[in-house]
């Protein structure tokens, strides 16, 4: 019977005999974010020497801006160490690291867009009221006439 489900199990891998299951997340990432958690400075140490250029790759694919990606790696690695505490295991700590790096990311990303840079608004030549209403003291000359009497 070719091309059927004949000799296919759940958990089974081509032709090998061999069942291949779920990796189980290593309990050295559980102990490295229990050792975070408890302020182990050298713990931490070790999980930014050990993702930290992940995390730096993985920026600057969703940020383009550099001092904002900056920003949004802090908040990652700030959020990380927040979180260990709270680390379950149910994926490896460099999985939960990505996610909440992308998560971070998108968050800044969706903020900054919302936001219009100074540099946009005009090259400062422009006045919202026209300079020639104001004294050279600085106040008025005629006082602007309030909103439905004029």
């Known amino acids: 019977m070719k091309g059927g489900t ?3 199990a759940p ?12 990796r189980r997340v290593a309990d050295e990432d559980l102990a490295l974010a ?10 931490f140490l070790a999980l930014l020497e050990a993702i930290g250029p992940t995390l730096q790759r993985l920026t600057r694919t969703f940020v383009g801006n550099a001092a ?3 920003e949004v790696l802090q908040e990652t690695w700030a959020a990380i160490v927040d979180g260990c505490a709270s680390f379950e295991g149910r994926s490896g700590l460099k999985t939960w690291a990505c996610r909440i790096l992308i ?21 400062g030549e422009e006045y919202t009221v026209d300079p020639s209403r104001f004294a ?5 000359v005629a006082p ?5 009497e004029g």
């Not at 229990?34 to 713990?43: H, L, M, N, T």
């Not at 602007?144 to 439905?148: D, E, I, R, W």
């Open 6 to 8: 004949q000799g296919w």
């Open 11 to 22: 958990g089974r891998c081509g032709r090998s005999s061999e069942v291949v299951y779920p």
């Open 34 to 43: 229990k050792r975070i958690a408890a302020g182990e400075e050298a713990a």
């Open 68 to 70: 904002i990606g900056e």
């Open 103 to 123: 998560n971070t990311a998108k968050k800044r990303t969706a903020r900054e867009a919302r936001s219009v840079p100074m540099s946009s608004l005009g090259d």
């Open 136 to 140: 050279p003291e600085g106040y008025w």
């Open 144 to 148: 602007p006439t309030p909103f439905g």
